[in-house]
């Protein structure tokens, strides 16, 4: 009820096997049926390779023991065609050896967060233009100011001392 709860995709890697196992709302978050996506699918089929490689290298830090828990953030291709981006989480179970026998972890689909920063990033952007634009017009409107004056001044001074303005 918990898992329901939060969501997640769970997905199940026996290592002596080789056998994984993903729920259903792991294959739902891909836009696959639950008897649509076959337990043998190779993870590289469907990954990013943009991002999958960082991926593996956080994998491999995790199962050498470097890291106490393995968490990552990658993109994962829909059946659609677009991507998915994804916060997995997961633990081994240990044999008595300390060798990985079984990974077990979580899905989350964080593709709205991601999307939210990246406009966050873009109305940042674009603040950032409209204020240096701002400034560019203040510093233009003090200058076209100061020539006013100088043109309102200039023949006021001219008629109390008498000189000549060149034009």
């Known amino acids: ?13 026996d290592l002596t096997s080789n056998e994984i196992y993903f729920s259903r709302r792991w294959k739902e978050m891909l836009g696959y ?5 076959e337990i043998a ?10 991002t999958i490689s960082g991926a593996f290298s956080i994998w491999a830090d995790y199962m050498e023991g470097e890291r106490e828990q393995f968490e990552i953030e990658y993109r994962l ?13 997961g633990l081994a179970s240990r044999a008595q050896d300390g060798g990985s026998v079984r990974l077990t972890g979580s899905h989350t689909d964080i593709s709205q967060r991601i999307e939210a920063l990246e406009e966050l990033k873009a109305e940042k952007a674009e603040e950032r233009r409209l204020l240096d634009k ?28 008498g000189m000549l303005i060149p034009e």
């Open 134 to 161: 701002l400034q560019l017009a203040q510093d233009e409107l003090i200058l076209s100011e100061e020539r006013l004056r100088i043109s309102l001044v200039l023949p006021i001074l001219a008629r109390w001392t």
């Open 33 to 37: 049926a639950d008897d649509e996506l």
């Open 77 to 89: 291709k829909r059946k659609d065609g677009n991507y998915a981006w994804i916060h997995c989480r």
């Open 1 to 13: 009820m918990a898992v329901r709860g939060a969501n997640d995709g769970i997905w199940d890697w």
């Open 41 to 50: 699918l190779s993870i590289g089929a469907i990954s990013c390779t943009l």
